[in-house]
T-cell receptor, first 115, second 114 residues
Framework: NAGVMQNPRHLVRRRGQEARLRCSPM?????VYWYRQLPEEGLKFMVY????????ESGMPKERFSAEFPKEGPSILRIQQVVRGDSAAYFC?????????????FGSGTQLSVL | AQSVAQPEDQVNVAEGNPLTVKCTYS??????LFWYVQYPNRGLQFLLK??????LVKGSYGFEAEFNKSQTSFHLKKPSALVSDSALYFC????????????FGTGTRLLVSP
């Protein structure tokens, strides 16, 4: 059973370009979470999605950032018109259900570097 | 809103010695607490969790954590450290009133010297 798969592992973009980060959850998991890890900081929650629904996007910047989790295919985190401050590691996590004691399974992350 | 604090950026310990990584939390109700470990260039791996019951929770790789409600703490411990335990450790909390979010601390780097 493959774990949470994220690609690409490393993504380099110039300022103003678009970044697309992909996440395939573990088989059987229908809940996806995106977190951002800035240098010297912890993980910051961005968004929580279920299939075709955004459940909680309270941690996502209002502009330039969007996320989706379509019925078929991976979850996508999209950053438009990237700026240097978007450089970070972006982690996706999944879980089979939601609940107080549910643990998350994390992917290896995508390291975004904005030049 | 729920939060966790990890007061130490780094903890240094010699191999074979006991280790403690500190975590305190703040939630509005009874907390659901987690520890995760991150090795270089890897995602986070689950170590252990406290939901209810015994205050001493045992987890993976010989780690354990002690829940202390009066001190609002959930410190991670191991009786005898290994060099391979060197990694970044994150404490996390889930508020039962807002259970969809797992809120992480800033992390503590554990360095175990031979």
């Amino acid at each position: 059973n493959a774990g949470v798969m994220q690609n690409p592992r490393h993504l380099v973009r110039r300022r103003g370009q678009e970044a697309r980060l992909r996440c395939s959850p573990m088989k059987g998991h229908s809940h996806v979470y995106w977190y951002r890890q800035l240098p010297e900081e912890g993980l910051k929650f961005m968004v929580y999605l279920q299939k075709e629904n955004i459940i909680d996007e309270s941690g996502m910047p209002k502009e330039r950032f969007s996320a989706e989790f379509p019925k078929e295919g991976p979850s996508i985190l999209r950053i438009q018109q990237v700026v240097r401050g978007d450089s970070a590691a972006y982690f996706c996590a999944s879980s089979p259900s939601t609940g107080n004691n549910e643990k998350l399974f994390f992917g290896s992350g995508t390291q975004l570097s904005v030049l | 809103a729920q939060s966790v604090a990890q007061p130490e950026d780094q903890v240094n310990v010699a191999e074979g010695n006991p280790l403690t990584v500190k975590c305190t939390y703040s939630v509005s109700g009874n907390p659901y607490l987690f520890w995760y470990v991150q090795y270089p260039n890897r995602g986070l791996q689950f170590l252990l969790k406290y939901i209810t019951g015994d205050n001493l929770v045992k987890g993976s790789y010989g780690f354990e954590a002690e829940f202390n409600k009066s001190q609002t703490s959930f410190h991670l411990k191991k009786p005898s450290a290994l060099v391979s335990d060197s990694a970044l450790y994150f404490c996390a909390v889930r508020d039962p009133g807002d259970f969809q979010k797992l809120v992480f601390g800033t992390g503590t780097r554990l360095l175990v010297s031979p």
